[in-house]
């Protein structure tokens, strides 16, 4: 974005719209450490593709962006193809997962008029009917062919709750959990996240005797897995941290990557063989800023606005607040687009820091140019804030 010249709970926690990318890596051990190598963009889709779940060691399923509404997608690994699996004009279908001793798949379905269920879907012809009626799933992770664990909406928080489809019951367990569940290795038990304050935890559930127990802390980050040994891991910015709750008493490095693509990492997951890890990224800042020049060099208002978050705060650098938010935004510059016939941007210099862009452009408007500095920072898969050097 370039600085105008003088003279000029549908569900909003369970499904964040962000423009993300699915990578897929092998892994294995080597002399006790563990390799990550063959990394591949996997979905590689504008907009949001997310919650990547093995089907089996050839398949995964995920979340994906289709003409702006969600629907399940097939990644054939050794084929490279991808295949949606359902089409659902109404709604848009989130969580794929296998259902146990199955081929069929289970999805979170939200409608367009708000109506959130959990359902199956046969996976080849894509039908589907209703699991479970008197919940609003939001996280679910199957047990066994009739048990689900999930996270469920009530009262605008989340809820634990065990569903068994055989007997029809819904039975309350615990309260503030999060979105990533899995099954523990060589146990009969199933991890989930519950939130202390602002600090998350690992705790463990034996959906037989409805025990649950504390495990580990995991800090500010919600999204962990499982490693077939019983080691967890758990995303953190640009690195995937480890702990072996036996024997550990602090995470420690799994592997930290060095591409700028691989970005504010949220969902993670393991096969069962522990020979490859998928993840979800956020695209990278670099992306961003270019997406919102192109659009400024179009004099495209929307096309300007798409990368900015909606509580934008827009500042004369170091510290002091010109304007918030992105209406405001709008009301500055469509008038400059429509009247500023020579309006273009070009980037002399551009750095890439973590989630931070520095722009030195080069601006011309109504036949004059002069040099200017943007400063943008990235939270959460959107421009957050842009700063100005004078």
Known sequence: ????????????????????????FDIKSENGKWVVFNGKNISNNDGYDSQPNFYDENTILFASNKNGQTDILKYTIDSDQKNFINNTPNGSEYSPQRIPNSKNVSAVRLDKNGLQRFYQYDFKSGKHEELIKDLVVAYPVWYNEN????????????????????????????KQTGRSFHKIPNSKLVSFMKKNGEIWEVWSLDPITQITKKIFNTGANQDMCWLPNGTMLVSYKNMILKLDPKTDKKWSIFHTFKDENINNISRIIINKNGTKLALVTEVSPRVLAQEQLDGYNKRDIEAFLKPYAKNVKVYTYPNKLNYEGIDEMRKRYAPVFVKTKDLHCKILNRIVKGNVV???????????????????EITNGKISTVKFVR
Do not use: C, R, W
């Open 147 to 174: 048990t689900i664990i999930s996270s469920v909406i009530v009262n605008d928080s989340l809820q634990l709750f065990i569903s068994d489809l055989k007997k029809k019951t819904n039975t309350p367990i615990v």
């Open 358 to 376: 520095i722009d030195e452009e080069l601006v011309t408007a109504n036949g004059n140019k002069f040099k200017a500095v943007a400063i943008y």
């Open 1 to 24: 974005m370039k600085k105008l010249f003088v003279s000029l709970f549908i569900t909003t926690f369970t499904f964040a719209q962000t423009n993300t990318e699915i990578h897929l």
